[in-house]
Each structure stands twice: as C-alpha cells, then as structure tokens.
C-alpha cells in the first residue's frame, strides 16, 4: 500500500498568516495518463470530511482561493495564504492512484 | 440536494454482525462509485471499500477482507456494508461517500461500537 505522510501533524497560525502542509508519498502519483491523483480533505471539528484539493492543485467547487496545493511526483504541499478562524480542523492528503486509497495521519490546524 | 444518509450503527459483541445503509437522494445514484471510510475514536480517516456503479467490482482494504461486504441497491439508490466476525478494532464512524477518489459528498457517519 502507498503510505502518505504528512508535516506537520499540529499548526497553530495567527488569523491573516499563512500556513504550510507538507504531504509526501511513498511512491509516485503520477499516472500514465498524465493526470497525479493527490487530493486534499478538510474535517471541521464535529463534522462529516470535505474535499477541498483535486488532481494536485485543482479547487473543489466552493472552494476559497485562499485554498491552493502544488506538487508533483511524490511530494505536494496544501498552503493557505491568509488563514481564517473558518479554517480549523484536520487537514488530509489522499492519494487516488491506487487501491486500497490510503490519507495521511492528518494534519490539526488550530487558529490562535 | 445531494444527500447521504447512513444508518445501521451501534453496540455489537465481538464476532457479532451488523449491516449499514447509506440512503442517496438528489443525484443519480447507479451512475457513481461509491466508497466507505471509516474512522476510530480520535484518529484519522481510512478507506474500507468501494463498489462500481453496476456493483459487478468491489475493491477491499485488507483488514477487512473476507468479513466485510459492500454492496448497491441501484433500484434503491442505497449502499451496504454487511459486517461479520467483528473485531474491537473496527470500532469506528462509519461514512459512505460517492466518487472513487473526489469523495463528494459525506454521510454524516454512523457510530459501530464492538465491545464486549
């Protein structure tokens, strides 16, 4: 199984800064047909997980453009640029090359 | 409204069995993969299975190989997960979503307790 490994596993950000998600994979998620099947999820506390990253940088519909993810091959980042108190909660990577799809641990982020 | 609605959950004893339901509305159901994740007390999110959309393929995490079934009821539009010879361990939330990788969107979970 593909392991995904995220840093930092806790966040604590001042409202108006930016925060950094580190995602890295234990192999690569590239596919043959070009497309790299890395996804972003976001869980708020006491609610159901959300998609908020497709495909490596792609926003889900709805999605703040605060929101953006970058990477390639086997290492991919979910940055925020100014986060907002709306934003707490555990942030996942998953990747959707192969099955079974495996998350990362999760990454808490706390708005100070 | 696009709508997933589990049911199904609660105490069982171990080796006991339980089944799950997820209700979909709003969206056309036999048309997506469909997916169960679960997730224990306090720790992160992990696949179980999926179904295509004519339910002829299934696809299983290892640890529950051999006891858990996913199945669809296109007629229905519901999903299923019946599960046997249940271990403590799969104590968790239980949350079917649609979509085989762009989980969207989540059931609101129902709690599977196995304790003694």
């Known amino acids: 199984d593909i392991v995904m490994t995220q840093t930092p596993l806790s966040l604590s950000v001042t409202p108006g800064q930016p925060a950094s998600i580190s995602c890295k994979s234990s192999q690569s998620l590239l596919h043959s047909d070009g497309k790299t099947y890395v996804y972003w999820y976001l869980q708020k506390p006491g609610q159901s997980p959300q998609l908020l990253i497709y495909?490596?940088?792609s926003r889900f519909s709805g999605v703040p453009d605060r929101f953006s993810g970058s990477g390639s091959g086997t290492d991919f980042t979910l940055k925020i640029s100014r986060v907002e108190a709306e934003d707490v909660g555990v942030y996942y990577c998953?990747?959707?090359?192969?099955?079974?799809?495996?998350f990362g641990q999760g990454t808490k982020v706390e708005v100070k | 409204e696009v709508q997933l609605v589990e049911s199904g959950g609660g105490l069982v004893q171990p080796g006991g069995s339980l089944r799950l339901s997820c209700a979909a509305s709003?969206?056309?159901?036999?048309?997506?993969?469909m997916t169960w994740v679960r997730q224990a007390p306090g720790k992160g999110l992990e696949w179980v299975a999926n179904i295509k959309q004519e339910g002829s393929e299934k696809f299983y995490v290892d640890s529950v190989k051999g006891r858990f079934t996913i199945s669809r009821d296109n007629a229905k539009d519901s999903l299923y997960l019946q599960m046997n010879s249940l271990r403590p361990e799969d104590t968790a939330v239980y949350y079917c979503?649609?979509?085989?990788?762009?989980?969207?969107?989540w059931g609101q979970g129902t709690l599977v307790t196995v304790s003694s």
């Open positions: 979503a649609r979509g085989a990788t762009m989980f969207d969107p």
């Open positions: 495909e490596v940088s």
């Open positions: 998953m990747q959707g090359i192969n099955l079974p799809r495996t």
């Open positions: 709003g969206f056309t159901f036999s048309s997506y993969v």
